[in-house]
């Protein structure tokens, strides 16, 4: 793995990759929903604050994610804009009140209300998206198959999500490879490049790459037939881990960080913590 790829498994010797598979699945399945379905403002700094710890502890690099973030980003900064362009007074619905810090054209105006619910979308990312990059990034594939099928998902569908989590590197290394060829070739497809040189050259290297992945798919899925996988309704991990007190401690945390989420709608009457 080279320092292009922005997605799969970076091994390491960090206390997050040392964790069972399995627990961290369930520590990111139970916050992910806890911190989705609340609009408590303190809930959700807290667990943004802890998922970017975790960020750090798992001694990620930021070239293995830029462009996924800035991915991200760029999406997170279009659906902030569509919310307030189709519906700039929601939070005035919501929270009752109505506080005005810039008076705009027509019904666009700017209120403290709108911006509230707009920083709690905020958190919402810092809150989800920490935490799915540093298990993507910190558990092995197989180890991910693994805690599927302990979890109660069959092993064949468990087993082609870690093909897929495997493959996409792959997928990675050839596209940085064909890039730098054509660069080599005279087309310039770095930052230098125009904007339309760059999407076209993007888009004359993704067709071929598509069409090449399914022939790589057709070839692995005829290997597995040939050995005859499916056939037994269950199967053994190589690299199943036993839990430990540690995992036990992510998964207790888990489940009373997502406790924690429940009785904040019932002291706040519903989803939604209102300072206002």
Known sequence: MNEHQTLGYHPDNTMIHHLNATAKLVFLLLVSVACMTTYDTRYLLIVSVFSL?????????????????????????????AVYIFEPEYGVHLYGSRHVILEGIGRFTLTQEQLFYLFNLVLKYFCTIPLALVFLLTTNPSSFAASLNKIGLSYKISYAVSLALRYIPDIQEDFFSISQAQQARGFEMSKKGKLSQRLKGTGQIVLPLIFSSLDRIETISTAMELRRFGQKKKRT???????????????????LLFAVSLLLFRVNGGRFYNPF
Do not use: C, E, T
């Open 53 to 81: 710890f975790l960020f750090k502890l798992a001694n990620i690099k930021w070239h293995q994610i830029s462009f996924v973030m800035k991915f991200i980003f760029f999406f997170s900064v279009l659906n902030l804009l």
């Open 237 to 255: 991990w190589y690299v199943d881990q036993p839990f430990k007190n540690k995992d036990y401690l992510l998964m207790l945390s888990s489940v």
